[in-house]
């Protein structure tokens, strides 16, 4: 079985060590600064915003563009983008952590005052209503459509009349 450019190994597992590449590794990469060692094609230029060897370091701050050759001189409202160089800042204002958390404490003590208010006005609704329109029970004796009346003593224990 043949392994795939850029692997070699039992059952073609293993990848190009460093500086090798192609059918069975047998090609060795010899790149200049700003190219990188790639498994398949040998050396290739590094991405902007990259350098060194194989173009694994990013820019340092202030440089930019291929190998990092390019030095930023922003304006006051740019900011230097390690591949494109100066480039125009977001000037609306940001949220930050500790405003967005102070937003979310403000909104939760306003839902726990909401609530709280909200039972606070139940109860005393419920205490209001229950002592306009209190039940109380007597025994009086109940009394019919009629001549006939229920004597004290008639009363049979449960006979009550419910006076609002």
Do not use: W
């Amino acid at each position: 079985m043949k392994c795939p450019i850029g692997t070699f190994g039992e059952n073609c597992t293993e990848n190009c060590p460093d500086g090798t590449y192609g059918e069975l590794c047998s090609q060795r990469c010899d790149c200049k600064i700003n190219q990188r060692c790639n498994l398949l094609f040998g050396c290739l230029e590094c991405l902007n915003g990259t350098n060194s060897t194989n173009c694994v370091a990013r820019c340092p701050d202030n440089m930019y563009g291929k190998s990092c050759s390019l030095k930023c001189q922003c304006k006051r409202n740019q900011k230097c983008d390690r591949i494109f160089g100066c480039i125009e800042q977001d000037l609306e204002p940001q949220f930050t952590f500790s405003t967005f958390t102070l937003l979310k404490i403000s909104a939760g003590f306003l839902i726990i005052i909401s609530i709280v208010i909200g039972v606070t006005v139940c109860v005393v609704k419920r205490i209001t209503l229950s002592r306009k329109y209190s039940v109380y029970q007597s025994p009086v004796p109940l009394f019919y459509s009629g001549d006939k009346q229920i004597q004290l003593s008639e009363i049979e224990q449960g006979h009550y009349q419910t006076l609002f």
